[in-house]
């Protein structure tokens, strides 16, 4: 994509972020986000049709930034075996909080809630692929989309209850819940085959 479209696309989403920091995401027009982005209202046509096609590009650059960093500082530790994943979930959310607090409130939007889970859910299953070598168990799947819901259900009551513990407690708790049932799963499954 040329720069100028890449700028352009992140000065929207940086604008829409901010304002449902601000008033929640409901309320905004698309009028709005182009004033706050300094654009024109038919700059914000050029690039999306409706701010949900904005709010998921956003996202889309949210969870592409902590896969990167959850990538980058592996170390070549599995996934599977370590909290390093979770607890730099938790970091990422910790820092861009009321942001997650705003899209993930009571009130929350179908689409975020299902994108988070399909991403979630498809990186575990790349990850998990790159553990067992190209031969995930059956169970994988399932075990991906098992990552995805209580990774989420956990985030959410997380954030609900003002993020009190820190994000090591939480990437522990998160390991504990997940890999020890998930692990069983993956494991017994690959025996059976």
């Known amino acids: 994509m040329d720069r100028r479209v890449l700028r352009t696309r992140r000065l ?5 972020f901010a304002l449902v920091e601000e ?18 209202r038919a700059t914000f046509y050029a690039h999306f049709q409706t701010k949900e096609e904005l709010l998921l590009a956003g996202l889309e650059m949210l969870f592409e930034e902590l896969a990167e960093e959850i990538v980058t500082s592996e170390k070549g530790l599995s996934f599977m075996r370590s909290t390093d994943a979770a607890l730099l979930t938790y970091r990422h959310i910790l820092r861009k909080g009321k942001l997650y607090q705003s899209l993930l409130s009571e009130h929350e939007l179908p689409h975020v809630s299902s994108f988070f889970l399909s991403v979630t859910s498809r990186f575990t299953l790349q990850k998990l692929d790159a553990d067992f070598g190209g031969n995930v168990p059956q169970a994988g799947e399932w075990v991906g989309w098992c990552v995805g819901g209580v990774l989420y259900g956990l985030v959410r009551r997380w954030l609900q209850g003002g993020m ?6 939480m990437a522990e708790l ?4 997940l890999w020890d049932g998930a692990l ?3 494991e017994g499954d690959k025996k059976s085959s």
């Open 12 to 16: 929207l989403v940086d604008a829409l």
């Open 164 to 169: 009190v513990e820190t994000p090591e407690e």
């Open 174 to 177: 998160t390991t504990r819940l």
């Open 184 to 186: 069983k799963v993956l």
């Open 23 to 40: 008033r929640g995401y409901e309320p905004l027009t698309i009028q709005e986000i182009a004033e706050r982005a300094g654009v024109h």
